[in-house]
């Protein structure tokens, strides 16, 4: 299964057999209060730089969220995506809670958009799918519903069908959507990874679905997080998760990722591997 | 499944619900000219130092192999393990490829060993779980056999049920046995690292096996092998890998490991990650 993204210049392809393809999660100004004000005060530099810095680590696709920025979203939003879309080639992944301002960044967005997100909640699904059909672009589907997350990988699959179901009717194919099968942190419940990672391979071993992930969630609380994230990204690249959200400039998170893609047979003759040894000695 | 090993004054209960079980490799001469000299002059500081150092590191069992000293094996390995044994509480892994030298170890030894190693290979096979029966040993048992390694999971998976079949019959239990799902460098052939994990899986999964794994070899030929080496334990960990022979004071593997288990949920209330964190910070 391949799902196409594109972006002013550059298209991603995500399939199980490519690369981890990295979405690049620092343009979010939930708990940052400088970028919060940089966006509501429409200081596009710094997004700007923000954008180039993580593709410059490996991102190949860009999040943009502006929701904690305290600006009315729908008329920032698209604003923050044309700005982005500008500054880097790569596809962006819009990313709101709020249907109005998805739309408006849409309309205005460049190639075909990633949205992020839509859950199981018929609320969400009504609100979410027809945007997605309407623009042709793809969807990230979180696997919970009105009943929360379940901590059973069964019934989050069980969500997965129910917004294919749900898909399928708004006119879309499965191809259109980026399943997260979510993981709560670990210092919380130490079922939380587990549960995350059998929904993962659940996702992609009887369907074959394309798979994103928040990773950075897992280590919410626990002292040198990047070891916890790094470590879990490398084991939900094997059950199957191909296009996580994180921070690309994490330390050692690209190395990871590499030889993780590699072990998983996603980098013949090691040429990704190497090349970002090589370019990493050289900026040494 | 528990598998139990006994050093002179401590046990590991090695098993799928508990943390991975480090088999610490340095005690090898192969490729260290420095150690094969000691070890042919009977210089056993340096061991003692060896092993002790890995149990500092995290090694809850060390490997005692001393094949490429140029000594007479059977005299230098129950030597080389009774120094150890003394040197350490820990279980030994006696590592042969000599059954008359392994005896010979195994009559010395303190506790209950681990022998190193049987193949699936009937003259290996004939020689080794005899020993192990008589000396109520464990043993690693590796997943080929006289037609070589298998590229195909299924075909390593069968080797693995023919050793099973020829222990019991040799009056052992398959507590008795860790399996070797093998990998092969993943710089020869893209598919190394995938035939790998995938038996692991088929073999914790269908038979609930304990599994070692020579680790380090996914990265022969590799630049920054412990980048290699450390996501490619996270994820055989996440495909039932509990006993794996590494170096234990290699860069970063410990935080890899600890971390692997938090997420797979072998650290309840992450006391094992935290505290390691805590004494890290305390050596800086």
């Avoid at 990988?153 to 179901?165: D, T």
């Avoid at 990871?256 to 996603?266: E, Q």
Wanted: hydrophobic content about 40%; overall charge neutral.
């Amino acid at each position: 299964m391949i799902t196409t993204l594109k972006g002013r210049t550059t298209q991603v392809e995500i399939s199980p057999e490519r690369p981890t393809a990295i979405i690049g999660e620092r343009i979010n100004p939930t708990g940052k209060p400088r970028l919060a004000k940089a966006i509501s005060e429409k200081n596009w530099d710094t997004l700007r730089q923000e954008a180039l810095s993580q593709v410059g680590s490996g991102a190949s696709i860009i999040d943009v969220n502006v929701g904690a920025a305290g600006a009315d979203e729908t008329v920032i939003l698209p604003e923050a995506v044309k700005v982005v879309a500008e500054a880097v080639g790569a596809p962006i992944c819009i990313d709101s809670s709020d249907p109005v301002a998805l739309e408006a960044a849409l309309r205005v967005c460049p190639g075909r958009a990633l949205i992020n997100s839509t859950t199981g909640e018929e609320k969400s699904m009504a609100a979410i799918l027809p945007l997605a059909a309407k623009y042709g672009a793809a969807v990230i589907a979180l696997c919970h519903d009105e009943e929360g997350i379940s901590g059973e990988p069964e019934k989050r699959f069980a969500v997965a069908q129910k917004i294919i179901a749900r898909a399928r009717e708004a006119g879309l194919e499965e191809s259109d959507l980026l399943f997260d099968p979510l993981v709560l942190p670990v210092g919380v419940g130490k079922t939380n990874g587990t549960a995350c990672l059998a929904t993962a391979s659940l996702l992609s071993g009887r369907l074959g679905m394309n798979l994103t992930l928040g990773a950075s969630n897992v280590s919410f609380g626990l002292p040198d997080r990047h070891v916890v994230n790094n470590s879990f990204l490398c084991m939900a690249i094997w059950c199957g998760v191909n296009a996580p959200i994180v921070n690309p400039g994490g330390p050692g998170l690209r190395e990871s990722i590499l030889a993780a893609d590699l072990i998983a047979g996603k980098d013949p003759d090691c040429m990704r591997y190497i090349k970002n040894y090589r370019s990493s000695r050289q900026r040494q």
